[in-house]
């Protein structure tokens, strides 16, 4: 079997972007949840979309007859490990944690020995595919609860979540615990069907998977560490006094205007812990963060549409002017809570403004 010329440009590739991601993704620990984490999960991905080429390169693939990517067994636990550290859980060593190492040694072992001593039966391609669809199965689900509750905490952080959710990890995950699935049932349907054929689908996933993760990565920001569900020591007093110096801020200061203003730098202004603040906006407003935040840039969008002298003004720089930063986040907070679009909204403000 001939060497793919290209194989290995494609290797080099992968390899020189992942770790430039890795480098990058490890220096922004403390400014994005689990960098690292993700650093580490990137380089895997790469890792493994270079490895077919190199192997290629080197005469072992054709000498297998068999796609072995070991290093596929690492990315679900470093997808585990990145979720846990979005939750905001530091990460302590422990020797048990070796045993998320056990599926990734098995593989390492059967692709040295099959690489070693020739092609093998298929029966072993279809165990190799089914373990790996098993493994990202048992740390799929709990990963997805972790997302899910990292997601549903996000709207009394922040107030704006574009930069912040992560809810395109759980694709990631999907997307990859199909590709292992759709390989069982490819060979299993096909029976002798050489592996080697599914090595550029694989290869091209990983490609893909390495540039989604690093721009995604790369923009994630921090929303800050999850705020206590404890109730804060305030009296009801005390938390209705508190309540009116957020609106106060809000009306004077305006706060909302920045876009990417979160609940620690409203807690810093107003000089309250952030758990006291979250309390009030929950409990004495009846709102959460990202509600309480958006509905005061809806009014300052309101404000600007009814402004004559705005009449000219582009609707989304209106938006921006209002402390929004996109357009889709806009578009969806208008609609949320005044169930009409933001033109509907501007052309009720310029007729209100014209009829007085």
Not at 278 to 287: D, T, W
Not at 327 to 338: D, G, H, I, R, S
């Amino acid at each position: 079997m001939g060497v793919d010329p290209i194989s290995p440009f494609v290797a080099g590739g992968n390899l020189f972007l992942g770790g430039f991601l890795f480098v990058m993704l490890w220096h922004r620990q403390g400014k994005a949840p689990g960098a690292r984490w993700l650093g580490m999960l990137i380089l895997a991905c790469a890792l493994n979309a270079a490895h077919p080429g190199v192997m290629g390169a080197l005469g072992l693939l054709a000498a297998s007859g068999q796609l072995f990517e070991p290093i596929q067994f690492l990315l679900p636990p470093l997808l585990a490990a990145y979720a846990s550290a979005v939750r905001g859980e530091p990460w302590r060593w422990r020797p048990v944690q070796l045993l998320h190492l056990i599926p990734f040694a098995g593989a390492v072992i059967v692709t040295v020995v099959f690489t070693a001593h020739g092609p093998m039966s298929p029966v072993v391609s279809i165990t190799f595919w089914g373990c790996l669809t098993v493994q990202m199965a048992a740390y799929l689900v709990p990963a997805l609860g972790w997302f899910h509750r990292y997601e549903a905490s996000l709207t009394d952080r922040v107030s704006n979540l574009a930069l912040v959710d992560v809810g395109w990890l759980r694709w990631f995950f999907w997307v990859a615990a199909g590709l292992c699935l759709l390989s069982v049932v490819v060979l299993v349907l096909l029976h002798t069907v050489a592996p080697l054929t599914l090595e550029p689908w694989v290869s091209g996933w990983m490609t893909l998977a390495v540039w989604v993760l690093g721009l995604r990565g790369l923009s994630q920001k921090n929303p800050g560490p999850l705020v206590t569900a404890d109730r804060p020591p305030l009296t009801p007093a005390e938390a209705k006094k508190l309540g009116a110096q957020i609106l106060h801020a809000f009306e004077t200061t305006k706060p909302h205007l920045d876009p990417d203003l979160d609940l620690a730098a409203l807690a810093a202004q107003v000089g309250v812990p952030r758990n006291h603040v979250s309390y009030v906006i929950n409990s004495e407003l009846g709102v959460n963060f990202y509600d309480l935040v958006n509905g005061w840039r809806l009014k300052e969008f309101q404000t600007l549409a009814a402004d004559p002298a705005r009449d000219g003004d582009k609707m989304l720089t209106l938006a921006f002017d209002a402390g929004f930063n996109a357009k889709p986040t806009f578009n969806k907070v208008v609609l949320k809570l005044t169930g009409k679009t933001p033109s509907q909204v501007r052309a009720e403000e310029i007729e209100s403004r014209r009829s007085r």
